[in-house]
């Protein structure tokens, strides 16, 4: 068996190395072509589709309410804060959703969960069986999941776990449902308030932070979805930090704890 790892270390890399050489670069001019075609079709029209948007009461979610609103699509708005529901579904309705309902609900309680999807069928008498219906699942992971930034261990591990769990999700559904993984840069909302970033030490940075509105991710998350992308990078430059990782992993460790400075210790 050793024998047999040693074999496939000595002829397996080199030999990936160079089939990876000569299919990448088709692989992505074909990629490339393909996105042009489907950006000269008509998208997806979401007018009269159901959309159950969880953590809809503000940030990325709530533009969400708003994107899907304007392309006529009917909402169900899940959070936890009735009263900020609320006032997300006025605006819906008002910028164009026919048909719009609130379940207030925590997505941590497995009883809340089963009784907001329950609610939607109920009151929409659609969206039960999302292989059925050919449904899309929007996953909101974040940059975190790759780029690692400290003083962040929990969040980073969980996007991380969560484009892993989708991933293999995706690969047992087939192209029966779509699954689009978002990873958001930052983005202006209420998790990036000064207060939070505070807490985390990323005021400590000795650059401001580039924040993208959360109005400008949310249509291109719709906009993605509605071309059936397996994977949304918003804003887009922030694929760069993706690549940094990767190539030059030790650099970007001794940057980390270069910017962290004095707050390096975690109490
Ligand atoms: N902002 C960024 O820079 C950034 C970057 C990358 C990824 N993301 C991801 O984007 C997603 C949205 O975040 P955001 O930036 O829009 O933050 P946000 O404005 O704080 O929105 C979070 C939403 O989630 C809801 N929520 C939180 N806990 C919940 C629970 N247990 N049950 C039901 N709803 C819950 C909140 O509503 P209630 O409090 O009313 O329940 C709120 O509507 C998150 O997954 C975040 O990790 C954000």
Redesign the pocket.
């Known amino acids: 068996m050793d024998l047999i790892q040693k074999l496939l270390n000595i002829t397996l890399i080199p030999s990936t190395f160079f089939a990876l050489l000569l299919l990448v670069p088709p692989f992505y001019v074909l990629k490339f072509l393909s996105s042009l075609f489907k950006s000269c079709l008509n998208h997806e029209s979401v007018a009269g589709k159901v959309a159950l948007i969880?953590?809809?009461?503000?940030?990325?979610?709530?533009e969400l309410a708003y994107e899907y609103a304007r392309r006529g699509a009917r909402l169900a708005l899940?959070?936890?804060?009735e009263d900020?529901?609320r006032s997300v579904l006025d605006k819906a309705l008002q910028l164009g959703s026919p048909d719009a309902m609130i379940i207030p609900?925590?997505?941590?309680n497995i009883e809340d969960s089963q009784r907001f999807v329950a609610q939607t069928v109920n009151h929409f008498g659609q969206f039960p069986h999302l292989r059925k219906s050919r449904g899309k699942i929007v996953v909101?992971?974040?940059?975190?999941a790759w780029c690692l930034p400290p003083r962040m261990s929990f969040?980073n591990a969980s996007?991380a776990a969560t484009i892993s769990f989708f991933e293999t999700l995706r690969a047992e559904f087939g192209p029966d449902i779509g699954i689009t993984i978002v990873?958001?840069?930052?983005?202006?909302?209420?998790?990036?308030s000064d207060q939070l970033l505070e807490q985390m030490g990323v005021k400590t940075l000795p650059f401001a932070v580039p924040?993208e509105s959360?109005e400008r991710c949310a249509k291109a998350i719709v906009k993605s979805t509605c071309r059936g992308d397996m994977y949304l990078i918003e804003p887009s430059w922030t694929r760069t930090l993706m690549w940094l990782k990767w190539f030059l992993a030790a650099p970007v460790d001794w940057c980390f704890r270069f910017l962290l400075g004095k707050h390096r210790v975690i109490h």
Not at 78 to 81: C, E, P
């Open positions: 969880t953590g809809a009461s503000s940030g990325i979610g709530e899940v959070a936890r804060r900020r529901l609900a925590d997505v941590s909101i992971s974040s940059a975190a969040y996007k990873t958001p840069g930052f983005t202006k909302t209420e998790m990036t924040l959360a």
